[in-house]
């Protein structure tokens, strides 16, 4: 395949304009400085800035974004971009991956890879759970919103509404520790129409088992993770750095999600204390922040770490709370309290409806990508070796 079609930008409708002008830019770095130094050592340079400058804006978020859909989004933008970097320096170097030691670095990046796929797929299942509750939120609303006044029968209707909503939330609680829901059978890659490079990933992961564990599945790409040795970086020319920054990379952003969204046996085992490079710092930054908010004692039993779970979770207590006092016919201030516990469900409903699709889309659009990256670097080097 022709140089141009590895180096051109994928053009996905879910990439932020942050991340497009932050790869333009460093990819106009690149192709200058290669011209200057007649070589390729400048496009490592420029990745490792590329990731830094993106990790150090998704960690710029103040604590009430954190862990939001918009920030998820955000994370996923970031990834997705160290991603297509990581594929054109991969076809750059093509014919240098064969060799020792980074062959054997290069193989064990491509075989996290795709551990990173089950990751995705749980993480599909888990948004799927959030849409269940987002359906129980909207009985909720269709039954006291807009009312110009509150009956019996409208209440019941919320009710049961929110006790389901609150028994699916612990039912879900317990599965992120114990079993998994039985409709975890699909894949991104399921579409009958596409190549056969990516259908051939359906044997390794088209699905996750009832005994799959997302906390196993982090510590088995963060294994036997570490830093680069200087040896190595003078054998490679620095490219061993680059293999490194992408694999924990990839290890950050799954393992972000899984604290984030509901999933099978959602621990978070791995350890992020790289320091030596400049993304090191945003990152290690953001790992302790996540840790922390995992620690608060109204967040340790949660099933995923997200804002808007947090809000459901508020929303649902505070509504059930005052379900359970209200008599009728109700007075105005019973009527009012209501209301504004409705108003407050709308506003976390609406986050949730509009967010859900697009967050969903950019977790497809990494499997996808994590497969074509996959697929295209094993492919670049057989043809390096070959025309050896």
């Known amino acids: 395949m022709p140089s141009t079609d590895y180096q051109e930008s994928s053009s996905s409708p879910s990439q932020s304009p942050f ?48 862990l939001s859909i918009p920030w998820i989004r955000k994370l996923l933008d970031a990834f997705l971009s160290v ?21 054997k670095q290069i193989a064990d990046f491509f075989e996290r890879s795709v551990k990173a796929l089950d990751v995705c797929n749980a993480i599909r299942d888990g948004i ?23 009956g019996e029968g409208q209440f ?60 196993r ?9 570490a830093p680069p040795r200087a040896n190595e970086t003078s054998a490679t020319n620095g490219l061993n750095i680059a293999v490194y920054t992408m694999s924990y990379v990839l290890l950050f952003t799954m393992w972000a999600l899984v604290a984030a969204i509901p999933c099978q046996d959602r621990g978070l085992p791995a350890q992020f204390l790289t320091r030596q490079f400049a993304w090191a710092a945003p990152i290690a930054s953001l790992y302790e922040r996540i840790t922390e908010e995992s620690k608060r004692r109204d967040r340790r039993n949660t099933c995923g770490l997200m804002k808007e779970i947090r809000e459901i979770e508020k929303c649902v207590r505070l509504m059930n709370e005052l379900t359970d006092s209200v008599g009728f016919p109700l007075n105005e201030e019973r009527e009012n309290q209501v209301k504004q516990r409705v108003d407050e469900i709308g506003k976390i409903y609406g986050a949730i ?3 859900l699709d697009p967050l969903e889309r950019l977790v497809r659009e990494a499997f996808r990508r994590i497969v074509r990256s996959r697929t295209e670097g094993l492919d670049s080097i057989a043809r390096a070796n070959a025309h050896e």
């Open 83 to 103: 991603q297509e970097e990581f594929r054109v320096i991969v076809f750059n170097h093509r014919s240098s991956l064969s060799k020792p030691p980074i062959d």
């Open 156 to 215: 019941r209707r919320a009710k049961k509404a929110l006790i389901d909503l609150t028994i699916a939330m612990l039912d879900d609680n317990r599965d992120s520790t114990t079993a998994v829901s039985s409709h975890r059978n699909r894949s991104f890659g399921r579409q009958s129409n596409q190549p056969r490079s990516m259908a051939s990933f359906r044997s390794l992961s088209w699905s996750v088992s009832r005994t799959w564990s997302a906390a």
């Open 353 to 355: 409806k509009e967010g």
């Open 217 to 225: 599945q982090l510590q088995a790409i963060s294994s036997n993770l």
């Open 19 to 66: 991340s497009f002008s932050i790869l333009s830019r460093r990819r106009d770095q690149v192709h200058s400085m290669e011209e200057s130094n007649g070589g390729h050592d400048s496009d490592l340079e420029a990745f490792q800035r590329t990731v830094a400058d993106l990790f150090h804006d998704v960690a710029a978020a103040p604590s009430d974004e954190l």
């Open 128 to 150: 799927d759970q959030i849409r269940h509750w987002q359906k129980q939120l909207e009985i909720v609303l269709s039954a006291l919103d807009n009312q110009r006044s509150i």
